[in-house]
């Protein structure tokens, strides 16, 4: 809604060419962000969780052959979109129960230091230490539209104590308080989880 008219039914924020590279060309929030994951991890297999509308803008803007696509059947929530994706990397792509898997939004406009922290999460779940690992982000101020992380501890990689759903913004200074950070729904696992 904040890009509109831009933005549309027809036509997604996520293909919009409005950030400036550093050679004077646009790009759009995905070619960005894959154009950043691969700057930080030229390995990085990637595969991107869509509907089937968007599949030719996607091949149009990254290329045929540049990310695997699973294509939702429906819309149906950000958990059974990651569930079919995680059956495809599986079934379609080949990758072994061991591996590590991250999960992240196409429409952050973060730094490259954001991806490197990607990178450091598929590594702690390859350890496998935790069924889950996710990133918070520190928050900037208190915000009744982010779900909150408490963690267990005030350590870079702690213990999760509890997870809070947009608060008011009383209590989201309280969970600040306590060390809290943003959901920014970024996490890994073991394929196999």
């Not at 929530?77 to 079919?84: K, N, R, Y």
């Not at 429409?107 to 490259?112: C, H, L």
């Amino acid at each position: 809604k904040r890009l509109w008219p831009l933005s549309n039914d027809i036509r997604s924020k996520q293909f919009i060419k409005i950030f400036k590279t550093g050679e004077g060309q646009y790009e759009s929030m995905v070619q960005r962000v894959y154009r950043q994951i691969r700057a930080i991890d030229s390995d990085a297999k990637v595969t991107i969780a869509t509907s089937k509308s968007q599949v030719s803008a996607i091949h149009n803007q990254l290329g045929d052959g540049a990310v695997g696509i699973s294509v939702e059947p429906c819309r149906r929530d950000t958990f059974p979109a990651i569930a079919l994706a995680t059956a495809y990397l599986h079934d379609v792509m080949g990758v072994g129960f061991d591996e590590a898997v991250v999960v992240c939004p196409v429409d952050p406009y973060v730094e490259d230091d954001y991806f490197a922290a990607l990178k450091d999460l598929s590594d702690l779940a390859e350890k496998g230490t935790a069924n889950l690992t996710l990133m918070g982000i520190e928050p900037t101020y208190p915000s009744e539209k982010y779900g909150y992380i408490i963690p267990d501890g005030k350590e870079k990689v702690s213990m999760v104590k509890t997870f809070k759903e947009k608060p008011t913004v009383d209590v989201a200074k309280d969970y600040i308080s306590q060390g809290a950070l943003w959901n920014g729904g970024v996490f890994a696992y073991k394929l196999g989880y």
